[in-house]
């Protein structure tokens, strides 16, 4: 398969801007957190959750906005860095372009296309955070992290196939 097999043949407003309401509502919610075992997890990985089912005929100009918008509005809330979530964002948007690969929602290339964004976040955030602060992160928080945003895959996918069944919508939501 090459590049160009991989391409959408149209690129919608319609997805982009669904993909990015879920996911500045997926950046409010990663304020929140659990206590899971004793130790609070936080909902900080639930906007990769959102990149890692983006749609596959989403705008391109109007993706990346949308990312940025959301990488900001969470650093704001959380108090992060200023541009530390924008850059994990459209790093992971552009480099691991999830809406292109080949089979988005067979099990095992979806797990491991998680696995990546999660690992790709952790050294964006890992590196950027050592730079500013001096000091590296708590590796525990980001394994809880990411635990409570794997157990939410499976469940956004899901609605996702029912949203675009819903829409008759199939061929930009599932393909």
Known sequence: MTYLDT??????????VVAGIALLFASALSVGG???????????????????????QANTLLSIAFLFFAGI??????????????????????????ELRGSPFAPVSLFLFWLATCGLAVVLLS???????GVL???????????????ILPVLGV?????SRRFSDSEDWER
């Open 127 to 133: 590196v950027t955070g050592w730079f500013v602060y």
């Open 7 to 16: 391409q959408a043949p149209i690129r919608r407003l319609w997805p982009a």
């Open 34 to 56: 659990v206590h899971v075992f004793g130790a609070f997890a936080r909902f900080g990985f639930f906007p990769l959750v959102v990149l890692a089912i983006w749609p596959r």
């Open 73 to 98: 509005f969470t650093d704001w809330a959380t108090a992060s860095i200023i541009g530390q979530w924008a850059l994990v964002y459209l790093v992971i948007w552009g480099v691991l372009r999830p």
């Open 159 to 163: 609605m996702r196939g029912v949203i």
């Open 137 to 151: 992160p708590d590796f525990g928080s980001f394994g809880r992290q990411m635990l409570v945003a794997t157990l």
